[in-house]
């Protein structure tokens, strides 16, 4: 797969695709959407605010892209790091109680404890 490295918006525009699609295939290949943590000994879900947060978030840097590209790894082997509270007036963050800062080699996932379900739901993807 050919990604681009640079910082155009038409190139920025190309990665967001290019995650987009990674999601759909991982979803294919995964449908029930989610992945056993060891470190919070429970599943994380892969929901449709995952995929919009993660692209919009990740397709800015080439090196976040990429790491999407681990996103199985992540969702199995990444450690908990901090737990934080919501981003006031941030609109995705709403449906969380609080937000965990997960870790693996220079990746930061950021999952939310959800509150009407207890799930907690894989938010967004970047490199550090």
Known sequence: ?????GNSREEVKMRDQIIKDFYAGWIAEHPEKKMWNDDLQDYILVKYLSITE????AARQYGSTLAVMRLSELLAKSKKVAEVPVKKGT??????LKMYIMQLDNIKMTVGLQKSTGDK???CITSM
């Open 1 to 5: 797969m050919n990604i681009p490295q």
């Open 54 to 57: 993660t692209a919009e978030k």
């Open 121 to 123: 739901v894989q938010y």
């Open 91 to 96: 609109k995705n963050q709403r449906p969380f």
